[in-house]
């Protein structure tokens, strides 16, 4: 089960949040709240909606200055309050519709598994609900009372030599990276023929989320994503590791509108050269993201591979689809031998800078495309501040309504007559709610996929 909230009016109204089991939404004008921009009628920490294991949506006030309405009703400060589906709320001048949905599969038998609920409470960690499941292992949302936190907990079983030695290796590579724009794995545990991986929570979404139904990113949105992804495989790579599943599905965007990128469960480390996956290892990745080196020489691909998988989720994210539909039976072929349409034929605003690099890293010869995940990262960059200087970043401004608002027909301003840069290449922590609902010492960054999918970085691996 999942929450959707749509802000219906406002200065940020087209945004939309996604809350899963175990999550929180902290709403108002700094830290780590999802930012309702330009209204000083919202407080700086103004309301939390909370999506609980049982699986009701509350809300609370958090003594905001001008409260907070369900439908005509102000909510009492610090008294949380189930929201029911298509509620309507109103923090300061925005308005926000409430949408509860279930995945086609979901009952409540789902969120009580004695051996997910047996494993986790042994390891000293309370059970909060279920994010999502896959073929190997099930995800949960779990409170870590030392640490006083929650956090995403991925159970993988190990039942299988050949798994159980891909799965270890998985562990092994995502605790290798450390980045602010990758989704952090604090711990791993392994017994009773399981292997648990101790991650972040992601309060957020995914880019995925984000595209659904045809949607696409204002541009300083897909400019931001990009440019924390591509700093997020710089650390990657600086390990010596390609991830090899760069996809929409994979990136976390959290409130402020910073993305993180996850899952490793398919990442290769290249200094150990190891070919511990299985026979099928040649095709794996995800069409429509896949580079063709990845298609017909998996084996000996380098982190070039990633660049073409950034570009094509770039390009998914500005056109509104992907480079070469998936569905097409020629799919394959066509990533190996077609180029894709070009980006400013389909969206004529878009600046030509930001085609071309984008074009750049689609290359189907991997020396064509940019020289690296940093270079690629300054580029954005400076095309950002080219196009939109006016745009707070994430960095700096931890969000922005313009950055976290997601577009049907967006609006992109026209290129600047300046030549560009072509060819150059935090928070606070979430309030504890009186009734005793653990807090937080850290917030969660960057959610993903249908009702059925955990968020990204918390997704069990599938084959």
Known sequence: ?????????????????????????????????????????????????????????????????????????????????????????????????????????EDTARLERPTGLGVLEKAGLRPLGVLGEGAHGIVYAAFHPVLD?????????????????????????????????VVEVHEVREGDDVLLLLMELVDGDSLRDRLQGGRRLGLPLALAVGEHVARGLSAVHQEGIVHR??????????????AKLGDFGIAKDLRTRDEELTPGDIGLGSIPYVAPEQITAGKTLDERAD?????????????????????????????????????????????????????????????????????????????????????????????????????????????????GPHGRGDSAPSARAPEGTPRDSAPSDPGEGEAQDPPAGNLPPTD
Do not use: W
């Open 245 to 258: 599943d760069v996809k929409p599905s994979n990136i976390l965007i959290d409130p402020s509108g910073v």
């Open 1 to 105: 089960m999942h929450a959707e909230l749509e802000v219906l009016e406002g200065p940020s109204r087209g945004a939309r949040f996604v809350v899963r089991v175990g999550q929180r939404l902290l709403v108002g004008r700094a830290g780590a709240a999802v930012l309702l921009a330009g209204d000083p009628s919202v407080s700086r920490k103004h309301a939390q909606f909370d999506l609980r294991p049982t699986g009701g949506l509350y809300l609370v006030d958090l003594n905001s200055r001008n409260g907070t309405f369900l439908g005509d009703r102000r909510l009492e400060p610090y008294a949380p309050v189930r929201v029911p589906d298509g509620s309507r709320i109103r923090i300061g001048g925005h308005v926000l519709r409430v949408e509860l949905r279930s995945a086609p599969h």
């Open 149 to 181: 936190r929650r956090l995403a907990v991925k159970i993988l079983r190990l039942d299988d030599p050949a798994q159980s030695q891909r799965l270890r290796r998985e562990a092994r590579l995502a605790c290798r990276v450390h980045s602010p724009f």
């Open 307 to 419: 660049l073409y998988g950034l570009g094509a989720t770039l390009y998914h994210a500005i056109a509104g689809h992907p480079p070469f539909a998936p569905d097409a039976p020629d799919v394959i072929r066509r990533i190996a031998e077609e180029e894709p349409p070009p980006l400013g034929s389909l969206l004529p605003q878009a600046p030509p800078q930001v085609a071309s690099l984008v074009e750049s890293m689609l290359a189907k010869a991997p020396e064509r495309r940019p020289p690296s995940a940093d270079d690629v990262a300054r580029r954005l960059a400076d095309l950002r501040q080219l196009f939109f200087p006016e745009v707070p970043t994430p960095e700096r401004s931890r969000a922005a309504a313009d950055l976290t608002r997601t577009e049907r027909l967006p609006a992109l301003p026209k290129p600047s007559p300046r030549d």
